[in-house]
């Protein structure tokens, strides 16, 4: 968590008006950038519900293929709002209790959309991304990030712990790794990051979004019905005993066999022509 500045008269018309989230879709890629850049894209209440919202539409979007999670200004996100975990006046403890457990099963239910999402998801990461922010890094497929990145669970720093940060930053990371962050409180850099797990890819900072582009579009070109079975068996096989993850594997491996796109696509290879797969 971090500390986030109250916003000033001009800051408060702009979260007015400004949408949370902005949208860009380029061939089959779709861009969902985080937009409060003067409070460091903060996974609010609204952001969270913006985010939710986006991601729950492109899920639907057959136009959609590959989603990428970015981030405005220097910050790609500081994580929860700590205004909104705050004492409000005439709040009792259960009061606020129910409506702080509301705010984090709201952010564990968006993050669980983007794992579970039928499209690959690519962070792409220009900026610090602390506590929330970075466990939304976290949820992504894939992570790319700026080289002058850093990463950060600081919940020690304010005497409460980044707990459910690290439910997804801990399956990423060695755990001895996630524990040093969230012990510690201290940034790790990119470099690190790519080490511990977190993040595939750290480049330097003017090649971000043309390195994240590249990729989008590589897995853009690939089987929407192979990315979509696929994604759902590996994250469902991965935390089974081995016997149970073959039985389960061997299963979906055998359904992607019979299936029209690996038809098409091993004509395709067989032809050396570039395939011509099914709707997403």
């Known amino acids: 968590m971090r500390t986030q500045i109250a916003p000033t008269g001009d800051q408060q018309a702009e979260e007015t008006a400004a ?7 380029q061939e089959h890629v779709l861009w969902l950038t985080l937009n409060r850049p ?49 004492p409000r006046p005439g709040e009792t403890e259960e009061q606020r209790a129910m409506r702080i457990r509301q705010i984090l099963e709201d952010c564990a239910a968006m993050m669980l959309s983007i794992v579970h999402s039928p499209k690959a998801v690519i962070a792409c990461v220009q900026g610090t991304a602390t506590a929330a922010g970075c466990q939304l890094v976290s949820a992504c497929d894939l992570a790319l990030a700026s080289d002058q990145a850093k990463f950060c669970t600081p ?19 060695h755990r001895k790794h996630a524990m040093a962050m969230a012990l510690t409180g201290d940034m790790i850099p990119a470099t690190d990051a790519v080490r511990a797990g ?34 759902e068996t590996f994250y469902r096989q991965v935390d089974m005993p081995l016997e149970d ?32 797969w099914g709707e997403a």
């Open 19 to 25: 949408p949370y989230v902005l949208e860009q879709l």
């Open 245 to 276: 993850a073959f039985v389960y594997a061997t299963e979906a491996m055998v359904k992607g066999l019979l299936s029209a796109d690996a038809a098409e696509g091993t004509l395709a290879f067989l032809e050396k022509r570039k395939p011509v």
């Open 155 to 173: 919940g020690v720093n304010i005497g409460t712990f980044c707990t459910t940060p690290l439910v997804g930053i801990g399956r990423n990371m």
């Open 38 to 86: 003067q409070q460091r894209n903060p996974l609010s209440s609204q952001m969270i519900a913006s985010l939710a919202s986006a991601m729950a539409a492109a899920n639907a979007n057959p136009q959609v293929r590959v989603v990428v999670l970015a981030g405005s200004g220097p910050v790609f996100s500081a994580g929860h709002d700590l205004r909104e975990m705050s």
């Open 198 to 231: 977190l993040v595939n890819e750290a480049v330097p900072a003017q090649d971000l979004r043309a390195a994240v582009e590249q990729l989008a579009r590589r897995i853009a070109s690939r089987s929407a019905q192979a990315i979509r079975a696929g994604k």
